[in-house]
């Protein structure tokens, strides 16, 4: 993948593995330890995957991350990373209708990430799997918008819509 991006004319840095949260506790503690003469083991820990940090979509603050990683990590993933989606019953994302405040900018930065990016008359969009990402012009003076669809495993949660900043969610059942 980061080959492509590259020769698609993206400007970013290698990929290099994720260090965990512990790893970073452990370094600054190592730091302090290591200041005041005392011994610690220099052993690392390394997450189970990658990631591929792209620059912000043009006209917004928003920026697009890829995971890689092997598919027998998948479940040490799930439980390394927490997500606070838990709490309101969400068990996947489905679709994702993304309002782009600078449209031909934008556009034109998502074709290099996204060559498969489909034209239709009143978006683009990108179908991933089962899943989709749509991109829409928005008024400028408006700025990014984010509309999700997830899906909800429990049934008391599926209907709900709530606002966090500029993200909309949107649960359903599966």
Same mark, same amino acid.
């Given at each position: 993948?980061?080959?492509?991006?590259?020769?698609?004319?993206?400007?970013?840095?290698?990929?290099?593995?994720?260090?965990?949260?512990?790893?970073?506790?452990?370094?600054?503690?190592?730091?302090?330890? /290591?200041? #005041?003469? %005392? /011994?610690?083991?220099?052993?690392?820990?390394?997450? +189970?995957?990658?990631? #591929?940090?792209? +620059?912000?979509?043009?006209?917004? &603050?928003?920026?697009?991350?890829?995971?890689?990683?092997?598919? &027998?990590?998948?479940?040490?993933?799930?439980?390394?990373?927490?997500?606070?989606?838990?709490? *309101?019953?969400?068990?996947?994302?489905?679709?994702?209708?993304? *309002?782009?405040?600078?449209?031909?900018?934008?556009?034109?930065? %998502?074709?290099?990430?996204?060559?498969?990016?489909?034209?239709?008359?009143?978006?683009?969009?990108?179908?991933?799997?089962?899943?989709?990402? #749509?991109?829409?012009?928005?008024?400028?003076?408006? /700025? %990014?918008?984010?509309?999700?669809?997830?899906?909800?495993?429990?049934?008391?949660?599926? /209907?709900?819509?709530?606002?966090?900043?500029?993200?909309?969610?949107?649960?359903?059942?599966?």
């Amino acid at each position: 993948m980061y080959e492509g991006l590259v020769e698609r004319g993206i400007a970013i840095p290698e990929p290099e593995p994720k260090q965990s949260l512990v790893k970073t506790s452990k370094d600054i503690l190592e730091a302090v330890t /290591g200041f #005041l003469g %005392l /011994g610690q083991s220099k052993q690392k820990k390394i997450s +189970p995957w990658r990631s #591929l940090n792209l +620059p912000p979509i043009p006209g917004t &603050d928003m920026d697009i991350n890829f995971l890689e990683y092997h598919e &027998d990590s998948e479940e040490g993933i799930k439980t390394l990373m927490k997500p606070n989606a838990e709490e *309101y019953g969400i068990t996947g994302i489905h679709r994702v209708k993304i *309002y782009l405040p600078l449209w031909n900018e934008g556009i034109e930065f %998502l074709q290099k990430v996204f060559p498969q990016l489909l034209q239709t008359t009143t978006q683009q969009k990108v179908e991933l799997r089962k899943d989709e990402l #749509l991109f829409f012009r928005s008024d400028p003076e408006a /700025g %990014l918008e984010v509309k999700l669809k997830a899906t909800a495993g429990n049934k008391r949660y599926a /209907g709900n819509k709530f606002q966090i900043e500029n993200v909309e969610i949107k649960t359903v059942s599966p």
